[in-house]
């Protein structure tokens, strides 16, 4: 029997092993050498547009990381972002979660034209957003990482994907963790990502029920966020808040600091400490910024290992709004 099973293996082995690299998980073929010969000036050509666009507006680096989330969160981080609806096509523009709220759409028309100039028709427009989102971070005074490349475009995009996937402010923790969860994400993950709401704004219509109806949180914190979002919509829908209300132009763990004393803007944030599962790590990082920092680079190394287009699956477009 054994040598029956040895000979098994050792001629079905090498198939199974081809059906693996076919079918399996395909973020295996992300590297971060891969653009070495097709782009070696790559990193060089996208870093100084990302930081003139910030030294122009800081907030545009919190927008650019929201990019990549709501990238990867449909279908995985293949640029369906980034199509813009036709007269014959709808994408996820209009959805929810990214209509009249995502922003930086020109700044990756900027960099999209910097890298074509300098390698044409090479780098996908994925990954653009993986390796935008990782200099934003950088740049904001972020942990750095070496990020994963090989992402191809879609030729498609889910209206449909981008209202159910990305997760709501009004989400519970257990609904949030599910939403986590169901992109192949962990609990873990999903609080250290969290932290990128260290900076950038939300909208008055993002957390009004959170400070007029929510009891977890410091009464004079949702005091003095009333006077500019009034309670009755649609007066003050669009007025801005910071996310971390004392640094929201740096990278930094002042936004678990916040959850630790009922400061969180989102309903979302704020149950993420509420005496649930994971208060402790939330505890964790506002105590521990280098423990939030590593949690949140290996987080986003997860985050964009999201089924990710690889091969000859999906194309490099050339224009990040349209298919080619
Ligand atoms: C945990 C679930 C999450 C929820 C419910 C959530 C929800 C939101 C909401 C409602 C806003 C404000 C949008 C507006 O009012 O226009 C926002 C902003 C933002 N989110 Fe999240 N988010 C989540 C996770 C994430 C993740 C994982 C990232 C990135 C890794 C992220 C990055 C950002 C950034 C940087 C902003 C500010 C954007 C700007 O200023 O333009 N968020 N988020
Ligand atoms: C600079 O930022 C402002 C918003 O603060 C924006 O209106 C303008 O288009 C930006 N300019 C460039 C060149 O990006
Ligand atoms: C979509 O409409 C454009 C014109 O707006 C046309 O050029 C294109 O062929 C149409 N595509 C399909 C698939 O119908
Ligand atoms: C607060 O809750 C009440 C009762 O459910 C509701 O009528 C009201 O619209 C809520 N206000 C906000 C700002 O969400
Ligand atoms: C947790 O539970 C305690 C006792 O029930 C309560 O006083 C507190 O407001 C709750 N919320 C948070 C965030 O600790």
């Not at 000979?7 to 079905?12: K, L, M, P, T």
């Not at 709220?101 to 390698?119: L, Q, W, Y």
């Not at 208060?279 to 290996?298: E, H, I, K, L, W």
Request: with cysteine; aromatic share 8%; net charge neutral.
């Amino acid at each position: 029997m054994i040598t029956m099973a040895s000979s098994f293996f050792a001629s079905f082995a090498p198939i199974a092993l081809v059906f693996f690299l076919l079918l399996g998980n395909s973020s295996a073929q992300l590297t971060t050498n891969f653009y070495s010969t097709s782009c070696p000036n790559l990193l060089s050509t996208i870093k100084p547009v990302v930081q003139s666009a910030i030294s122009n507006e800081t907030r545009m680096g919190a927008s650019l990381l929201r990019l990549f989330f709501h990238d990867c969160f449909v279908n995985g981080c293949d640029g369906s972002l980034l199509l813009d609806d036709t007269a014959n096509f709808t994408g996820e523009k209009t959805a929810n979660p990214n209509s009249n709220s995502v922003r930086g759409f020109d700044v990756i028309d900027n960099i999209k034209t910097a890298v074509e100039n300098a390698c044409p028709g090479a780098v996908s427009c994925a990954d653009i957003l993986a390796v935008t989102a990782r200099d934003s971070v950088v740049i904001l005074g972020g942990p750095t990482w070496n990020v994963k490349l090989g992402r191809r475009d879609s030729k498609t995009a889910s209206l449909s994907g981008a209202n159910n996937n990305i997760p709501a402010p009004s989400l519970s923790l257990s609904n949030l963790i599910s939403k986590f969860s169901a992109q192949g994400l962990s609990t873990k993950d999903m609080v250290a990502l969290s932290g990128a709401h260290t900076i950038g704004q939300a909208r008055c219509t993002s957390f009004r029920a959170h400070i007029y109806n929510d009891t977890d949180i410091d009464s004079s914190f949702a005091n003095s966020l009333q006077s500019n979002c009034p309670a009755t919509s649609p007066s003050g829908d669009n007025n801005l808040a910071p996310l971390d209300l004392q640094t929201p132009t740096t990278f930094d763990n002042n936004y678990f600091k916040n959850l630790v004393n009922k400061k969180g803007l989102l309903h979302s944030d704020q149950e993420l400490f509420n005496n649930g599962s994971t208060s402790s790590q939330v505890t964790t990082y506002s105590n521990n910024p280098s423990t939030f920092n590593s949690d949140f680079v290996t987080a986003m190394i997860n985050m964009g290992d999201i089924s990710p287009l690889t091969g000859s699956s999906g194309e490099v477009r050339k224009n990040c709004r349209k298919t080619n």
